[in-house]
């Protein structure tokens, strides 16, 4: 069941294949004329993505910043319990409707108890906090030993890097805000160093790796085929073709 309480049938794609990726290129294009409609996509590719990893059925997940709660809704729709943390009432209230249980919440400091969670998830809302590397520690932190965190975001230079401002973020983060306001005559939604902030793939690797509490199980570009897994491992073109990292680890005992 979704967030406006209907059932959808839902494409889903072979996780592997190259026609999955190209649909969802495709798709994303309908984000601002359909947005329902391309985030129930996403969100049920996302829960997949999970699923190779993780039983979902009757497993308690955490998702962090879910917005108007279209992965909570897919999670659900799995077996899973899900809870829904969005800091933005905006956000949260920007979909079909509010979904049951969810609570505004900050992800940089989780109302959870330790090693509550089988599973923390965590969708495109790194690269929104000033401090990346505190809200992956409070994944970490809430999530039971031998459980899972799913982490995907938007690395600062790919081709959506700046999200709106993009391609021109690649000038600098003034001149992107400076071009999208002559263009569309006003503000973008994204302010960087406000409500949008360059996260890079390696420091992040690198943090992750330095960590003794947790285990990478798999970084890829999240949108590619399986076998584009090895982009991943070169850093200058990790950060300009991954487009959008998918990071699962696994809580040590």
Not at 207 to 231: F, K, S
Request: with cysteine; net charge positive.
């Amino acid at each position: 069941m979704w967030p406006d309480g209907s059932t959808q049938t839902v494409e889903r794609f072979d996780d592997a294949g190259l026609a999955r990726s190209v649909r969802l290129l495709r798709l994303f294009r309908s984000e601002q004329s359909d947005p329902d409609r391309y985030y129930t996509v996403v969100a049920a590719d996302a829960v997949q993505q999970v699923a190779h990893h993780a039983k979902l059925a009757g497993r308690l997940v955490v998702d962090v910043g879910g917005g108007a709660g279209w992965f909570t809704a897919a999670f659900r729709a799995r077996g899973a319990r899900c809870l829904l943390l969005e800091p933005d009432p905006a956000e949260l209230h920007d979909g079909p409707c509010k979904p049951a249980g969810a609570v505004i919440a900050d992800g940089m400091r989780l109302p959870l108890r330790d090693a509550v969670a089988d599973i923390t998830f965590s969708s495109n809302v790194l690269e929104h906090v000033p401090d990346p590397l505190r809200l992956i520690a409070e994944m970490i932190r809430v999530t039971k030993p031998e459980g899972l965190i799913y982490l995907a975001f938007t690395n600062w230079y790919s081709p959506w890097g700046g999200h709106e401002l993009s391609p021109w973020h690649y000038l600098g983060s003034g001149f992107a805000e400076r071009k999208y306001a002559r263009r569309y005559q006003r503000r973008p939604k994204h302010r960087v160093g406000e409500t949008l902030f360059p996260v890079h793939i390696g420091s992040v690797l690198r943090a992750m790796r330095a960590r003794e509490d947790i285990e990478i199980v798999d970084a890829r570009p999240r949108y590619y085929p399986q076998w584009c897994r090895p982009i991943v491992l070169i850093p200058a073109l990790r950060e300009i073709a991954t487009w959008n990292l998918m990071l699962v680890m696994r809580r040590r005992q």
